[in-house]
């Protein structure tokens, strides 16, 4: 599903200006099926259109999980 994000959002390139990372993060992130951080999910989720649990589920689980202790 990161693939498909990071292609709505026009491409590698453009999703990197937009988390300012490197191209090569991106393909990281496709390659393991997931976004490393939270803010980047969801700068890529509103660029993409595609709900943030798609490709952040558990880094949205263990957020809630601190925020509830």
Known sequence: MVAAAVEIADGPTAVARLCGVRRQS??????????????????????????????AGGLIEAQQSKETK
């Open 26 to 55: 991106i393909y990281l992130w496709i390659k393991e099926l997931k976004v490393e951080r939270l803010v980047d999910a969801l700068k890529l989720s509103r660029a993409s259109g595609i709900p943030i649990e798609k490709f």
